[in-house]
């Protein structure tokens, strides 16, 4: 298992999977193939399109692995500023609010 403490990339080759313990509060984003996520104390599983972003918590153990022919890149840039946490906050909450709005939350 690897312990991701600061900003770095691994590759994860098709039907290969990576544990990984995350040492500080980070942001992993897929590159090349989607990422299969799972994270501890947490039910669902997450694919990540390449470009999409996950915010990962200090302590959380992680499993990575990507289906298909295609090698995926997972990019981890640690540690996060407030700012940036705020920031994606943000447009994650604006995101949320757009799609209520197109699925008829205004029409009440």
Same mark, same amino acid.
């Given at each position: ?7 770095? %990339?691994? &590759?994860?080759?098709?039907?290969? %999977? ?9 942001? /992993?984003?897929? &590159?090349?193939?989607?990422? !299969? ?6 039910? &669902?599983?997450? !694919? ?5 972003? /996950?915010?990962?918590? +200090?302590?959380?153990? /992680? @499993? ?15 540690? /996060?500023? +407030? ?5 994606? !906050? *943000?447009?994650? *909450?604006?995101?949320? *609010?757009?799609?209520? !709005?197109?699925?008829? @939350?205004?029409?009440?």
């Amino acid at each position: 298992m690897r312990k991701i403490s600061s900003s770095i %990339t691994f &590759e994860i080759e098709p039907g290969e %999977t990576a544990s990984m313990l995350i040492g500080d509060s980070t942001r /992993l984003t897929a &590159e090349g193939a989607p990422l !299969w996520v799972t994270r501890s104390n947490d039910v &669902e599983d997450y !694919w990540l399109q390449p470009g999409t972003a /996950l915010h990962l918590r +200090r302590g959380e153990r /992680l @499993w990575l692995s990507v289906e298909g022919s295609e090698k995926a890149q997972a990019r981890f840039v640690a540690p /996060l500023t +407030r700012r940036a946490l705020v920031g994606d !906050w *943000l447009g994650a *909450l604006t995101e949320r *609010l757009a799609e209520r !709005w197109r699925g008829g @939350w205004h029409a009440v």
